[in-house]
């Protein structure tokens, strides 16, 4: 896997809430450095000060569909240039909890933000820099609002986006699916309702081949 554009590599992890992808996430960050690679995990929105205390407004606050995707992209802009392009620079990995797959999936499917708003916001803020590889963790509805409701068992308060209802996030889901078929070269669907070390066994060999 080569990109034109940067010596590192770009990896953005993607899905509804309750797919798993965090856990994930933090396994296949140390599957890289164990293979000797430089990783830098991040995450949005967030991964700079700034970008957290956006974090913090657009997971708590009500807001119109429009004011969240500007914000998205407010704390975009920051970790792109703080953050995510000096790490692709030097020649790290990045692999970043959610991109801008997240805005058409959430803002755009979810809210109905107009996707060529987003697009806009899109070119404007990260123009020429595209992931290398997006992996979205696939899970249906019922199995995701499971975990979740666990989750909120077992003490976690729910954030906004996560009290939303099934129909809010069937076509998150949707919205996920119909890019990474658009996209198959960048996208890569994998299906997290399956065990554990199976998911593992198919992570391994993505890291062995980054
Ligand atoms: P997380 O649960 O993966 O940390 O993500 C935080 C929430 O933010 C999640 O519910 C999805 C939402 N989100 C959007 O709605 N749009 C975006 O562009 C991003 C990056 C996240």
């Known amino acids: 896997m080569t990109s034109t554009t940067h010596k590192g590599r770009f990896v953005t992890l993607e899905g509804i809430d309750g797919a798993g992808k965090s856990t994930h996430a933090a396994w296949l960050a140390q599957a890289l450095i164990d293979r000797g690679r430089t990783v830098v995990a991040t995450r949005e929105p967030g991964g700079t000060p700034l970008g957290e205390r956006l974090r913090d407004l657009l997971l708590a606050e009500p807001m119109t569909h429009d004011t969240e995707a500007l914000l998205m992209f407010a704390a975009r802009r920051e970790h792109v240039e703080h953050v995510i392009r000096p790490a692709l620079a030097r020649g790290d990995v990045v692999l970043c909890d959610r991109f801008t797959d997240a805005t058409y999936a959430y803002q755009g499917g979810g809210h109905g933000v107009d996707a060529k708003r987003i697009a806009a916001l899109e070119d404007w803020v990260h123009g020429d820099l595209v992931p290398d590889l997006t992996l979205v963790f696939d899970v249906p509805i019922a199995v995701s609002r499971e975990r979740l409701d666990r989750n909120a068992a077992a003490g976690h308060t729910l954030d906004k986006f996560e009290r939303e209802r099934a129909s809010f996030f069937e076509r998150v889901r949707a919205c996920y699916l119909a890019r990474a078929a658009a996209d ?20 391994a060999a993505i890291a062995a081949a980054l």
């Open 184 to 203: 198959p070269r960048r996208c890569r669907v994998i299906d997290s309702s399956r065990p554990l070390d199976v998911v593992r066994g198919e992570l």
